[in-house]
C-alpha cells in the first residue's frame, strides 16, 4: 500500500503557495483528503477569502 498523504499534502501547500497564500502549519487537512481537489481547494481557498479554485487545483497539479 502506497501512503499518498504527504505528496497530497505537500501539492496543496505548494498550489496556495503559488496563489500567494500560506497554510498554517499546524492546519490538520487530512480530513479533506478524498473528496475532488476543486472541493478541496474551495474550502482550502475559502478561509483567505479568495475564490481562484481552476487557478489552485493547475498550481497543484503541476507539482
Known amino acids: 500500500m502506497v501512503d499518498s498523504q504527504p505528496g497530497i499534502l505537500s501539492s496543496c501547500r ?3 503557495r503559488a ?3 500560506e497554510m498554517d502549519p499546524e492546519m490538520d487537512i487530512r480530513s479533506i483528503i478524498g473528496p475532488p481537489i476543486e472541493d478541496v481547494m474551495r474550502y482550502l481557498l475559502s478561509s483567505f477569502g479568495d475564490d481562484r479554485i481552476a487557478e489552485a487545483v ?3 497539479r503541476a507539482d
Open 58 to 60: 493547475d498550481a497543484y
Open 14 to 16: 505548494a498550489a496556495l
Open 19 to 21: 496563489l500567494g497564500h
